[in-house]
């Protein structure tokens, strides 16, 4: 038995904080780790750069072409990792996912508490009359999405960076990881901030970070496992 299958056997209220990393076996490339986007050449700017609030409202038509070029993954399926989340919160075990990803696989694959502290790729507002769009409106436009109603910009419901994320969601998300007695953190180099400040509300007794280079919360860690969190939470038994 692993010491994460024995805490996890031991716990009554896990919170998972996950990143992009948790994702990658499902083909969609993070940020920071090996092939990940900051390993491109995107005429001199970083994904930081493009996906910001200023860039998206300076250069639309730009920003929506990197953004549909590679954050787009509308075909990627919940891999073993999400599964098991999925599993663990059936089971009563997992109180939320506090997630920085935006792809909704955490919801696909079936969970019901999922903080996407930095949005989803999946909703999408007009800016001028709130108007809902699903993905499809901005996988089927060209160019910069308009609204049919208004004309209006049609923006994802992504937290852009310079932008602060729903205060709601945060609370909601704060409230979890200061009331659950396990927090595992997976994938994430947790470099974005405020959500990598979240973990300071932890106070429970197991802080557990699986992910494949070294982070900032590995110091205060109870167990650091350095490995593909698909593996890892694959190899549960929930
Ligand atoms: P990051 O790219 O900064 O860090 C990812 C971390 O995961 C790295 O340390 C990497 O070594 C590790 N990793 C990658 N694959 C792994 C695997 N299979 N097993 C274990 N570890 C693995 O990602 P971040 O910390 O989430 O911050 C990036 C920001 O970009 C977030 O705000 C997020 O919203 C956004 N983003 C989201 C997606 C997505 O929704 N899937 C993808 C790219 C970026
Ligand atoms: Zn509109």
């Not at 992009?20 to 780790?33: E, H």
């Not at 955490?106 to 800016?127: D, I, T």
């Not at 974005?192 to 205060?220: C, I, Q, W």
């Amino acid at each position: 038995m692993s010491n994460l299958q024995s805490i996890i056997d031991a716990s009554r209220r896990i919170v998972c904080f996950t990143g992009a990393g948790f994702s990658t076996a499902s083909g969609i490339p993070d940020f920071r780790g090996e092939h990940g986007l900051y390993a491109g050449e995107w005429e001199g700017l970083t994904p930081e750069m493009i996906l910001s609030q200023s860039f998206f409202y300076l250069h639309p038509e730009k920003f929506f072409a990197f953004y549909r070029s590679h954050m787009l993954f509308p075909d990627a399926r919940p891999n073993a990792a999400h599964e098991a989340l999925h599993r663990l919160e059936q089971a009563g075990k997992l109180r939320g996912i506090v997630t920085q990803n935006i792809d909704g696989l955490h919801r696909r694959a079936g969970n019901r508490l999922v903080y996407e502290v930095h949005g989803s790729v999946w909703e999408n507002y007009c800016l001028d009359c709130n108007a809902f769009y699903g993905l499809e409106k901005v996988l089927r436009s060209e160019g910069i999405p308009r609204c049919e109603r208004c004309g209006g910009v049609v923006k994802p419901w992504v937290v852009l960076y310079g932008e602060a994320p729903d205060k709601y969601t945060c609370m909601g998300a704060c409230r979890e990881i200061s009331n659950c007695d396990t927090l595992i953190v997976a994938g994430t180099s947790l470099s974005v901030e405020p959500a990598a400040s979240m973990l300071e509300y932890f106070h429970g007794k197991h802080l557990v970070v699986v992910n494949a280079e070294p982070t900032p919360a590995d110091a205060r860690a109870s167990l650091v496992i350095r490995g593909d969190v698909a593996e890892v939470f694959g190899n549960l038994t929930v």
